[in-house]
C-alpha cells in the first residue's frame, strides 16, 4: 500500500505560531483536541523546550533528540519516557506511553541544559483523531482512495494535491468511475487503536452512514492508526461533505470531502451587472453546465430592468472583464429546449477559456448597442442538503503579540498605529472592541453647519468628502469608522444621482445613518435606510406613485429590486454558510420572482419629503419641505391600496396604510433565511477575507440569526463575531488558499496616513476626486459609478483564481492603468505629499529615522505597522539591501524608500 510519507514529514513540522507559548500545552498532534489516549501521537507547545531542531529517523522511536527529554506520570503514579518524533525549541512531538493509565497526568520537558517545562493532559482510553493535510485539524483529510477495478486490479488514489501556485492543499473530487470498480477510503489518524472492534466504529458523510470494514494501528509509523471505509455509489454528486467518524462513542473531528457525481456537470454562475459605460439598474443571473464529458455546456439566463428593448444577447470569449471576445454562441438565433435552456456543443479551447473565467454573457440594449449587461461565468459550488461544519479549533488564551495586534487592527481600523497597537496588546481584543463600541460619534452633518456658520457658505459634497477622510483616519470610534465604510460598500448611495450632486445635506445624512446603525439592528438599519431621502433620489422611492391605468404608469422598481438582490437575500437561495442551495437538477434556487419584485414596487409608493403634510395633495406636487435631514412620510392618495405578493407566498391584504405595508414588507425581507448568510458573508469580505470558509460564514450568520439572546440582526454582535472569529485571529489560516484580500486604495492611503501620522498645515485633506482611475486612486467615499459599488462581492478574477472557484472582489479595481496611476500616486505622495501649500498633506516619519542607521531594525519596525509582523526573508533582504543603498545621512530618504517599496510589495497588497 502507498505510504503517506508526507504525514510523516508533517509530524515533524515547525510549530504553528498561534499555538507558541510559555507553558506546556499538549494536544492530539492531528486535531488539536486536548484528550489524549495510551499510544497516541501528542503535540506540544511552549518555549525553551531544546536547544535545537532534530527529527527522529529511525524506529524505535528514540526518548532523547537535541539533549532534550519528555516523561509522563500517569494517575497511577508511574513516570515513563515518551518516544520522541521531533523537538524543537517551540514544539515537541512525541508518543503517549502505550502503558499509561487513564486520568490525569503530568507531561514534563527537561533540556540539554536542564531547564523543565511541564504541563497536565487527560489520558482517555480512546480519543480519536483524524490528520489533515495542511496540519489545521480540519479541512482535507489525510487520506487516500483504493480504488478496486473489475478487471481485479487496485490503484491507490490522492483525495487532496498540493497546488504549487497557490502553495496550498486543494482537494480532488473523488470519483466514482465505472460500476464494476468499488471505491474503499483509506482515512489516517492516531488514538483509537485500543478500540478497533468495528462495532465500537462508524462513520458518516453528509450524515449518510458510511460502512466501517477495517479500524486498527496503520503498522509502518509509530502511533499511526487506520480506518478503511467503503464508499457507496450512492453518495456520488453528494459535492461537499463532512466525513464523521466515531469510535467507542467519541467522535473526531470532522473532515472534508468532495464527491464527484456520476455523469456529474460542473456548474458556472455569472451575475449580470451593468457594463463600465452604462447608466442602468438592470441585472440578472446566468447559469452555464459544463457536460461531465466537457463537450456540451447548456445554458439558463434571466435578467431585467434594462433601460431599453433588448437588440441582442450573446456568449463571448475568451476574454478578459475589460476585453471583448468573439461570439461563441448567439441566444437570438438558438433554439430553446423544452426547459428555456440553449444546448451546443463546445471544444477544448473554450472549455479551457469557461474554467478561467474568460467566457461572458453579455445584454445589448438600443441605449447601450455595446452591452448593457455583462457578467463573467466563474466556477460555484453547492448543494441540495446542507450539514452544519464542526466547531474550529481552540484559540490560544495568550495576550495579542505585537503582530496579532497589528492585524487585528488592519481588520477592525482604516489601519494600525504604533499607539493602538500596544493598547490592544494590553487590553487584549474584547476590551478593545468594548471600548470601541462605547466610542461617540461625529456627524458629518454637524461638520456641516459648523462649516456654514464659520464660513457663512453652503457646504458642498466635496466638505463631506474632507469629513469622511478626516474621520477614517483621525476618528477616534475607528471600529465604527471602518464598519460604517463596510456597510456604505454594501449599501450604496452615490453622488452620481439626480439630487444629489453637490448635496452636503443629502450625503452627510445618509452616512450618518450607516455610521449610527453600524452597531445597531440590520432591521431597523433597512428601515432607516428605505426612508433616507439621499436613498429615496437615488433609487427613485422619492414621490414613487401608485399605478395609473389612463397614463399605463406603474410603481419605479429600481429600490425594490436592489433592496432584494443587493441589501438583504440576493439572487438565489443559500445554505446558512452562505453555499448555494441547488435544486433536483442542481441548479440554482432564485430568492425571488418579477411578482415580487412588483408586489415590494407596489409597497414603495406614496413617500415623498418630510415636514409636509400628506392630507394636502398639493404638497406631493409642490412639497413646502425638500429636507434630506428627516425621513420621508407616505402620502395615502398615492399609495397602492391593492394586494402585494411578497417573498415566500405572502400576500399583504389591500387597504392597508403606507407605513403598515412597508413594516410587513421589510419584516418580510429581514425573516427571510438568506438575510443572515447575505450580508454576513459581505461583512466578512469587507473586514477580513475575501473567500471566507462555508464555516466562517455560518458561525457568524449563526450570530446574526441569534445573538444570544434571542435578536437577531443584532450588527455589534455580528461584527465582534467576524473579528474574534478563529479564521480571522488565527495564524494558521492566513497560508490556506483563497485567504485575504486586495487591500483596496483607499484602505492602502488611510493605511500610511494613519501609521505616519499624515496631516496638512491646515488640517484639510482633499481627496476630493479620489475616485478618478487615471491620476488618483480610482475609489471615495459616496461617489460610487452605481449601486452596485466601484467592485462587486463576486468579481472573479480570470485565471487561476477564477479556476478555483475563488472570488476577487477589488480586483475589479485592478488593470495596467490602474496600477501604473496607483503606482505614481503613491511614489509622490511618499516623498513629497499631496495637493499643495497650507493643504499639504505629508507623512511624519521622525518615529522611524532614529533607527535608519541600522536598515535591518527599521525594516522591522516597518514590518509590524505596514505588514502585520509577517513579511517574508526575501522581501526583508531586498529592503535592507535597498535601505543600504541610500546615503546614510538621508535618514527620511532612507525611510521613505522603505515604506515606498513596502507599499508596493504583494505583502502589503494583500492583507493577511
Known amino acids: 500500500m502507498m505510504r ?77 519516557p515518551a518516544p520522541l518524533f521531533f523537538v524543537s525549541p517551540t514544539q515537541i512531538n512525541y508518543l503517549v506511553p502505550a502503558e499509561c493509565a487513564v486520568g490525569a497526568a503530568t507531561v514534563t520537558v527537561r533540556n540539554a541544559q536542564g ?54 492543499f486543494v482537494p480532488i473530487p473523488v470519483d466514482f468511475g465505472a460500476e464494476s470498480e468499488q471505491l474503499f477510503l483509506i482515512v489516517y489518524g492516531t488514538g483509537w487503536r485500543k478500540r478497533t472492534a468495528l462495532d465500537q466504529v462508524s462513520a458518516t458523510f453528509a450524515g449518510q452512514p458510511v460502512e466501517v470494514i477495517a479500524a486498527a494501528a496503520q503498522g509502518s509509523f509509530a502511533g499511526l492508526d487506520q480506518l478503511n471505509l467503503r464508499l457507496p455509489r450512492s453518495l456520488a454528486g453528494r459535492n461537499e461533505g463532512e466525513l464523521a467518524i466515531t469510535v467507542s462513542g467519541q467522535t473526531t473531528n470532522r473532515v472534508k470531502l468532495i464527491m464527484k457525481g456520476i455523469n456529474a456537470t460542473t456548474l458556472f454562475v455569472a451575475n449580470l451587472r451593468p457594463v463600465a459605460n452604462a447608466v442602468s439598474s438592470a441585472s440578472g443571473v446566468a447559469t452555464l453546465k459544463l457536460s461531465a464529458d466537457e463537450k456540451s455546456v447548456a445554458l439558463r439566463a434571466s435578467f431585467g430592468n434594462l433601460t431599453t428593448a433588448k437588440t441582442s444577447s450573446h456568449v463571448r470569449g475568451p476574454a478578459d472583464p475589460t476585453a471583448t471576445g468573439p461570439v461563441i454562441y448567439d441566444l437570438d438565433t438558438g433554439e430553446p429546449e423544452s426547459d428555456d435552456s440553449f444546448v451546443w456543443n463546445v471544444s477544448p479551447e473554450i472549455v479551457t477559456a469557461l474554467k478561467a473565467g474568460r467566457v461572458y454573457l453579455v445584454v445589448q440594449t438600443s441605449r447601450y448597442p455595446s452591452g448593457e449587461l455583462r457578467g463573467h461565468f466563474g466556477l460555484q459550488l453547492g448543494s441540495s442538503e446542507f450539514t452544519p461544519p464542526v466547531a474550529p479549533p481552540p484559540l490560544p488564551s495568550a495576550s495579542p503579540t505585537a503582530r496579532d495586534a497589528a492585524r487585528f487592527l488592519t481588520q477592525a481600523t482604516f489601519g494600525p498605529t504604533s499607539p493602538e497597537i500596544t493598547k490592544v496588546q494590553q ?100 428601515e432607516a435606510l428605505t426612508l433616507n431621502p439621499a436613498m429615496g433620489a437615488f433609487q427613485n422611492v422619492l414621490r414613487n406613485d401608485k399605478e395609473d391605468p389612463i397614463l399605463g404608469t406603474v410603481p419605479n422598481e429600481n429600490y425594490a429590486r436592489e433592496l432584494l438582490q443587493l441589501f438583504s437575500i440576493g439572487l438565489n437561495k443559500l445554505h446558512p454558510d452562505g453555499s448555494l442551495q441547488l435544486d433536483a437538477n442542481g441548479l440554482p434556487q432564485a430568492t425571488y420572482t418579477q411578482e415580487t419584485v412588483t408586489g415590494f414596487a407596489r409597497v414603495l409608493t406614496g413617500w415623498c419629503w418630510g415636514g409636509n403634510n400628506p392630507n394636502n395633495p398639493d404638497q406631493w406636487f409642490i412639497p413646502v419641505s425638500q429636507s434630506y435631514r428627516i425621513p420621508m412620510i407616505n402620502f395615502p392618495n ?122 496638512s498645515p491646515s488640517g484639510r485633506y482633499r481627496y476630493h476626486y479620489a475616485e478618478h482611475p487615471w491620476g488618483d486612486l480610482g475609489q471615495n467615499f459616496l461617489r460610487s459609478p452605481n449601486v452596485f459599488n466601484f467592485f462587486s462581492p463576486t468579481f472573479q478574477y480570470p485565471g487561476a483564481l477564477s479556476a478555483a472557484g475563488l472570488v476577487a472582489p477589488e480586483f475589479q479595481l485592478s488593470n495596467d492603468a490602474t496600477v501604473i496611476a496607483t503606482a505614481n500616486y503613491f511614489k509622490v505622495f511618499i516623498f513629497y505629499g499631496y495637493d499643495e501649500g497650507a493643504h499639504m498633506v505629508n507623512l511624519t516619519y521622525t518615529d522611524f529615522t532614529p533607527f535608519a542607521a541600522t536598515p535591518a531594525t527599521l525594516v522591522d519596525k516597518l514590518d509590524v505597522l505596514l505588514l502585520s509582523g509577517a513579511m517574508s526573508p526575501g522581501l526583508r533582504a531586498a529592503l535592507v539591501k535597498a535601505v543600504n543603498a541610500v546615503p546614510s545621512q538621508n535618514v527620511t530618504e532612507r525611510v521613505q524608500t522603505a515604506v515606498y517599496l513596502i507599499v508596493f510589495a504583494p505583502e502589503f497588497v494583500i492583507q493577511k
Request: net charge neutral; proline share 4%; glycine share 8%.
Open 638 to 759: 398615492h399609495h397602492t391600496t391593492g394586494e402585494k405578493r411578497l417573498l415566500g407566498g405572502v400576500t399583504l391584504p389591500a387597504n392597508q396604510t403606507g407605513a403598515k405595508d412597508l413594516k410587513d414588507a421589510l419584516d418580510n425581507v429581514f425573516a427571510h433565511p438568506n438575510v443572515a448568510p447575505f450580508i454576513s458573508r459581505q461583512l466578512i469580505q469587507k473586514l477580513v477575507t475575501s473567500n471566507p470558509s462555508p464555516a466562517y460564514v455560518y458561525r457568524v450568520a449563526s450570530v446574526f440569526n441569534n445573538n444570544g439572546s434571542g435578536v437577531r440582526g443584532d450588527l455589534r454582535a455580528v461584527v465582534r463575531a467576524i473579528l474574534m472569529d478563529y479564521e480571522a485571529r488565527s495564524l494558521e489560516v492566513v497560508t490556506q488558499q483563497g485567504y485575504g484580500k486586495l487591500r483596496e486604495p483607499v484602505m492602502r492611503l488611510t493605511t500610511l496616513l494613519r501609521a505616519f501620522r499624515g496631516s
Open 4 to 80: 503517506p510519507l508526507w504525514l510523516l514529514l508533517w509530524l515533524c513540522a515547525a510549530v504553528p505560531a498561534a499555538w507558541a507559548q510559555s507553558s506546556f500545552t499538549s494536544v492530539s498532534a492531528a486535531s488539536y483536541q486536548t484528550a489524549l489516549s495510551p499510544d497516541a501521537i501528542a503535540a506540544g507547545f511552549g518555549s525553551g523546550l531544546a536547544q535545537a531542531t532534530q527529527v527522529a529517523r529511525t524506529l524505535p522511536l528514540p526518548t532523547t533528540l537535541a539533549g532534550t527529554t519528555v516523561t509522563v506520570r500517569d494517575s497511577a503514579n508511574v513516570e515513563r
Open 427 to 526: 487590553r487584549g481584543y474584547a476590551a478593545w472592541l468594548d471600548e470601541q463600541f462605547a466610542k461617540p460619534r461625529v456627524k458629518h452633518l454637524d461638520v456641516m453647519d459648523q462649516l456654514k456658520n464659520s464660513s457663512g457658505m453652503r457646504p458642498g459634497s466635496n466638505d463631506v468628502i474632507e469629513s469622511t477622510w478626516q474621520q477614517a483616519i483621525n476618528g477616534d470610534d475607528q471600529l465604527r469608522q471602518r464598519v460604517t465604510f463596510a456597510l456604505h460598500q454594501i449599501l450604496v448611495v452615490s453622488e452620481f444621482a439626480d439630487g444629489l450632486s453637490d448635496n452636503a445635506d443629502a450625503l452627510a445624512t445618509y452616512y450618518d445613518l450607516l455610521a449610527e446603525h453600524a452597531f445597531g439592528n440590520y432591521r431597523a438599519l433597512l
Open 115 to 168: 531547564q523543565t517545562r511541564s504541563g497536565t493532559i487527560n489520558i482517555t482510553n480512546t480519543a480519536p483523531a483524524i490528520f489533515t493535510a495542511d496540519a489545521s485539524g480540519s479541512g482535507w483529510p489525510a487520506a487516500q482512495v483504493l480504488r478496486a477495478k473489475g478487471d481485479g486490479s487496485l490503484s491507490y488514489e490522492a483525495v487532496v494535491r498540493f497546488d504549487t501556485v497557490s502553495s496550498r
